[in-house]
C-alpha cells in the first residue's frame, strides 16, 4: 500500500489520516492546500478526505462521516468514489433525499454502474418500499450478476410486509443500527458490505 506522498515525504494512511483515534484534520486542510498543484495532489486529498470519512464512519460518527465525504465532494465533485461513499453515508442517517441527490450526480457519469444502480435501490428501497428499488436491483443484476443481491431481490420479493423491530448489523469496520419497519437484518449488511469493499479500495489506492 502506497503513501500519502506530502512535501517530498512518503506517510502512511494512519500518520497520514488518523492519530490517536482521531482524524487529523491539520493534515487533512494540508492535503486540500496541495489539492490545486496537479492530479496526483489533488486524489490524494480526496482520497484521504474519504478515509476519513470511513474512519468516521466505522466509529457510528456518521455526522462526521458526512462532513468529510461533502469536502472530498468539494474538492472533486464528479468523483464516482467520493458520490459513493456520501450517498452511502445519507443512507446510514436516514436522509434518503440528500443520498438520492449524490447518486443522480453519479447515475450520469457511470449510468451503467452496478454499484450505482444498488445504492440507488438501497436508498429507494428505504424512502418509498421495494417497488423501484426492485427495478434498480434487476438492472444491476443484468450488467453484473451477483448472488447477494439476486438473494436479497428473491427475499422482497418474497416479503408481504417487513416486521417493525431494531435491526442490529455488525462488521469489520461499520457497525449500523436500525429502528423501523423499512429496514431489515439483511439489508442493513448491504450498507455494511459495500462500505466495508468501498474503505479497502480507498486504502490499496493510498
Do not use: C
Amino acid at each position: 500500500r502506497r503513501g500519502i506522498v506530502t512535501m517530498g515525504t512518503a506517510i502512511t494512511v494512519e500518520e497520514a489520516i488518523v492519530r490517536g483515534g482521531t482524524v487529523d484534520e491539520e493534515r487533512l486542510r494540508l492535503l486540500s492546500s496541495m489539492a490545486s498543484r496537479g492530479e496526483l495532489e489533488r486524489q490524494n486529498a480526496v482520497n484521504a478526505h474519504l478515509i476519513a470519512a470511513a474512519f468516521e464512519a466505522r466509529e457510528q460518527r456518521f455526522a462526521a462521516a458526512a462532513r468529510w465525504a461533502e469536502e472530498a465532494l468539494q474538492l472533486a465533485g464528479r468523483d464516482l468514489n467520493a458520490l459513493l461513499l456520501a450517498s452511502q453515508v445519507d443512507i446510514a442517517r436516514q436522509q434518503y433525499s440528500e443520498a438520492l441527490n449524490h447518486l443522480y450526480v453519479a447515475q450520469q457519469i457511470a449510468p451503467e454502474s452496478p454499484d450505482v444502480l444498488t445504492v440507488q435501490g438501497l436508498a429507494y428501497y428505504y424512502s418509498e418500499g421495494p417497488e423501484r428499488a426492485l427495478r434498480l436491483w434487476k438492472q444491476a443484476l443484468a450488467i453484473r450478476p451477483d448472488d447477494r443481491l439476486r438473494q436479497r431481490v428473491e427475499q422482497v420479493e418474497r416479503e408481504a410486509e417487513v416486521e417493525s423491530v431494531f435491526r442490529q448489523a455488525e462488521s469489520g469496520h461499520f457497525l449500523l443500527s436500525w429502528e423501523g419497519s423499512e429496514v431489515s437484518q439483511a439489508f442493513s449488511r448491504e450498507i455494511l458490505e459495500t462500505l466495508e469493499r468501498k474503505f479497502r479500495e480507498l486504502e490499496y489506492a493510498l
